[in-house]
């Protein structure tokens, strides 16, 4: 299906006016979920999702830049970095079903372009520590040592184990 100009800009309109729906409010830690600092966003506006997705949230933190909501950007930001400081890396989802298993890192790239926005936004805040702490250069993190492991395992060729003779 392919839409036309005024199809996506009702859909851009849609999403611009509901930013504050998708917003959730951190749960305390329990047996169960793993507790953010911060509030996040969700992929809805509906009750479906009340967790924090890794992905959900850098893909909606690139449309929360573009949409001039760079605080909340980086309040995202900043739950990643939490995950990767408190976890080493940052789970597919805040659920401690799910620690061990991540997804290729998009937390270096949201941190340099949510306190790129703030550094830029009239009269925002200034990036807090943690998110100046650490936006390395490609994957190789000291502080993120699981995101190196994934990505290296990405890249690195796939060797076959089974004799083809």
Known sequence: MQLDATQI????QFIAANWERTIRQPAAQSAHEIALPHPFVVPTVG????LFFYWDSYFASEGLLRDGHGELA????DNMLHLI???????NYAHVEHDGRSQPPFASPLVRASTSAAATAPGSATPTPRSQKSTPSGWRCADCPMASTIM???LRPRVSTTSTG
């Open 9 to 12: 800009a009702a859909v851009r």
């Open 47 to 50: 009750p479906e999702f009340r």
């Open 74 to 77: 980086r309040m995202q930001a």
């Open 85 to 91: 400081a408190t976890l080493g890396y940052v789970p």
């Open 152 to 154: 290296g395992n990405m």
